[in-house]
C-alpha cells in the first residue's frame, strides 16, 4: 500500500524548533523503551512508529533498550519477541541496550547521590513508607533514618548491594522534599533489595535493583538520547526524570516529552490484562488472533503496512481518546482489497452434481487472480461435474430478492458457467445433501441468450479441492469499553463467547496448495484470510482476518 506523506504532530513541531535552535548538536536520537514482561501491543505500535519514524524522518537514531530492572516478571522470551515484533513492523534499531547494561552505572551514580548527601537507606517498612509519604491534600513526613550520615549511608547500601539483608528491609531513597505538592518528589525510592532473583541478564549477580524512575532517564542520558518521548501518565514524573539528571554528572539531558496513549475500542490493552487473558486460558496464547499483540495481529493476516498506516492515521497528540475498531479493521481492508489475490474457498459445502456435464471431463478454466489489478496475472480453476457451493447459497424456499441459487432458477458460478437447479437430494431426515443441475455451456464468459442471471455464487471442484479448517474471528469483547468498569463488572464479564468461530469441513480451490504461513487473500464473497502459522500441512487452517465489508457498523446502527 502506498504511504502518504507524514502528517506533522506537536513532538515534531518541538524538534523542528529545537533543530532551528541548534540544540543537541542538531541531532536527533530517540528510543524505544519497552519491559520485558509481555508482548508488544497495538499501543506499543505507536510508541515504535513515532519513536523509530521520527529517528528515520530527522535523519537521526533510533535505539531499543529494554527497560529490564524487574527480574522477576520478565523474561527472554518476551525479549524475542519484542525484538521480531519492531522488525517486523519495518524497523531497525541503532543500538540495542538493555537498562542492565547498566547496572553498574546506575550504582555508581546512587553512590554519588549518597555522597552529596541526596540519597539515604531508609529502614521503613513499604507500608510505613507508604503512610510517611502523605497525600495530595496532606505533605508526608520526613522518615526517622532520613538523617543518617554519609558515612553510615555508604556502608549500609554497599551491604545491601552484597546482600548481607532480606528482600524489603530497606530501600535507598532520593533525599529531595516531603512536602513537596508533586507527591513522586516525596523521597522516591531508587533502590530495593532483590535477592537471589535470576535476571535474564545478569544472573545473580546483583542483590539490589535500581526503580524505573532512576534508572529510565540516566539510561536515556548514558544513550545521548535528545528527546524521550513517552506516554501522559509520566508528566508528573518528569520533575524526578529532570531531578536526577540535574544532580549527577551525566553526559547530557534529554528532554522527556509526553504523548497520548492509544486506546482501542473491544479490547484492553494493559499487559497484566492480557497476561492474564493468556494465562486464564481465554485465549489461545500471546498470539491468538484475536488478541490486539503485534503477533495476534500478525497471526491474524495483518500486514505492517497495516499497522502503520493506522498508526499514522490516529495521529500523536496530548488528549486521551479511544480509537474506533473500524478505523484499524478499515486500514487491514483496504490493504488486502489491493494487495490481496483472488481464491475460491467453500466455507459450509453442499454437493452439486452438474448432470450434463461430462463425467470424466476436467477443464481449465481461466481466473484472474485480481478484478482490477491485471499485473497480478491469472490462475487455472478446475471445473468437473461435481463441485461444491455454500449451503446459504441454496434456498428451498428463498426469502424475497434471494438472487442465489433456487429449485428451477439459474445462477452463475463464477468465473465459469450458468447453472440451473433441477432438482434436491435430500437425507432420511430431510437435509438437503445435493442437488442436481445442469448447465448452459454457451455461457462461459458470456451472458446466456433470451434470459437474464442476476446471481454469481463461488464454487470449488470436488476432485481437486483442499480440505481445510477456517477459523472466523470477531471481535475478543462484546463492548466498546470492557475496560469501563461498569456497575462492578471488569473486562471477563464482556468477553464475546462468538469471537471464534471454527468451521472444520470447508473446501479451498486448489490453488491454495503451497501458501505460506500468513498469506493473505480474499476468498471470494467471504472475506480476507491467511493461512494460520500454526497450520499443519496435512489439514490447512485458514484464518479470517477481517470481513469484506463492516458488519459491526450495521449491528451497532440497529
Ligand atoms: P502496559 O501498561 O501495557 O503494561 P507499559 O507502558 O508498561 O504498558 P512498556 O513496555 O513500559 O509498557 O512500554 C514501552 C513503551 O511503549 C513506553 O514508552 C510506553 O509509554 C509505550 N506505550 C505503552 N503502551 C502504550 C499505548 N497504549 N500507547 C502508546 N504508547 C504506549
Ligand atoms: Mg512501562
Not at 36 to 64: E, V
Not at 90 to 107: I, K, P
Not at 173 to 179: L, P, S, T, Y
Not at 353 to 369: A, F
Request: glycine content about 6%.
Amino acid at each position: 500500500m502506498t504511504e502518504k506523506t507524514i502528517p506533522t504532530n506537536f513532538i515534531r513541531q518541538i524538534i523542528d524548533k529545537d533543530l532551528a535552535a541548534g540544540k543537541n548538536n542538531k541531532k536527533v536520537v530517540t528510543r524505544f523503551p519497552p519491559e520485558p514482561n509481555g508482548y508488544l501491543h497495538i499501543g506499543h505500535a505507536k510508541s515504535i512508529c513515532l519513536n523509530f519514524g521520527i529517528a528515520q524522518d530527522y535523519n537521526g537514531t533510533c535505539n531499543l533498550r529494554f527497560d529490564d530492572t524487574n527480574p522477576s516478571k520478565e523474561d527472554i522470551e518476551f525479549v524475542d519477541a519484542i525484538k521480531w515484533d519492531v522488525q517486523w513492523l519495518g524497523f531497525d534499531w541503532n543500538e540495542l541496550h538493555y537498562a542492565s547494561d547498566y547496572f553498574q552505572n546506575l550504582y555508581d551514580f546512587a553512590v554519588d547521590l549518597i555522597k552529596e548527601d541526596k540519597a539515604y537507606v531508609d529502614d521503613l517498612s513499604a507500608h510505613d513508607i507508604r503512610e510517611y509519604r502523605g497525600t495530595l491534600k496532606e505533605p508526608g513526613k520526613n522518615s526517622p533514618y532520613r538523617e543518617r550520615t554519609v558515612e553510615e549511608n555508604l556502608d549500609l547500601f554497599e551491604r545491601m548491594k552484597n546482600g548481607e539483608f532480606e528482600d524489603g528491609s530497606k530501600v535507598l531513597r532520593a533525599k529531595i522534599d516531603m512536602a513537596s505538592p508533586n507527591i513522586n518528589l516525596r523521597d522516591p525510592t531508587i533502590y530495593r533489595i532483590r535477592k537471589g532473583v535470576d535476571h535474564h541478564q545478569t544472573g545473580t549477580s546483583w542483590s539490589v535493583y535500581p526503580m524505573y524512575d532512576y534508572t529510565h532517564c540516566i539510561s536515556d542520558a548514558l544513550e545521548g538520547i535528545t528527546h524521550s518521548l513517552c506516554t501522559l501518565e509520566f508528566e508528573d514524573h518528569r520533575p524526578l526524570y529532570d531531578w536526577f539528571l540535574d544532580q549527577l554528572d551525566v553526559p547530557c539531558h534529554p528532554q522527556q516529552i509526553e504523548f497520548s496513549r492509544l486506546n482501542l475500542e473491544y479490547t484492553v490493552m494493559s499487559k497484566r490484562k492480557l497476561t492474564e487473558l493468556v494465562t486464564q486460558k481465554h485465549v489461545d496464547g500471546w498470539d491468538d488472533p484475536r488478541m490486539p499483540t503485534i503477533a495476534g495481529l500478525r497471526r491474524r493476516g495483518f500486514t505492517p503496512a497495516s499497522l502503520r498506516e493506522f498508526i499514522q492515521r490516529v495521529g500523536v497528540t496530548k488528549s486521551d481518546n479511544i480509537v474506533e475498531m473500524g478505523v484499524l479493521e478499515d486500514c487491514i481492508r483496504t490493504d488486502l482489497n489491493e494487495n490481496a489475490p483472488r481464491r475460491m474457498a467453500v466455507l459450509r459445502p453442499l454437493k452439486v452434481t452438474i448432470t450434463n456435464y461430462p463425467e470424466d471431463k476436467v477443464e481449465q478454466l481461466d481466473s484472474s487472480n485480481h478484478p482490477q489489478n491485471e499485473a497480478m496475472g491469472k490462475r487455472k480453476l478446475p471445473f468437473s461435474n461435481t463441485l461444491y457451493i455454500d449451503q446459504n447459497d441454496f434456498a428451498e424456499e428463498p426469502p424475497k430478492k434471494f438472487k442465489r441459487l433456487i429449485p428451477g432458477g439459474e445462477v452463475r458460478l463464477r468465473n465459469a458457467y450458468v447453472i440451473r437447479c433441477d432438482e434436491i437430494i435430500k437425507d432420511a431426515s430431510g437435509n438437503i445433501i445435493e442437488l442436481k443441475c445442469s448447465f448452459d455451456e454457451n455461457t462461459l464468459g458470456k451472458n446466456p441468450e433470451g434470459r437474464k442471471v442476476k446471481g454469481v455464487i463461488h464454487w470449488v471442484s470436488a476432485a481437486q479441492a483442499i480440505q481445510a479448517n477456517v477459523c472466523l474471528y470477531d471481535r475478543l469483547f462484546s463492548d466498546p469499553n470492557p475496560d469501563g468498569n461498569k456497575e462492578g463488572k471488569d473486562y471477563h464479564d464482556f468477553i464475546n463467547p462468538e469471537s471464534l468461530i471454527k468451521l472444520e469441513a470447508c473446501y479451498v480451490e486448489s490453488n491454495l496448495d503451497s501458501v505460506k504461513p500468513g498469506e493473505t487473500f480474499q476468498f471470494e464473497r467471504e472475506g480476507y484470510f491467511c493461512l494460520d502459522a500454526h497450520s499443519s500441512s496435512d489439514k490447512p487452517v485458514f484464518n479470517r482476518t477481517v470481513t469484506l465489508r463492516d458488519t459491526w457498523a450495521k449491528i451497532t446502527k440497529k
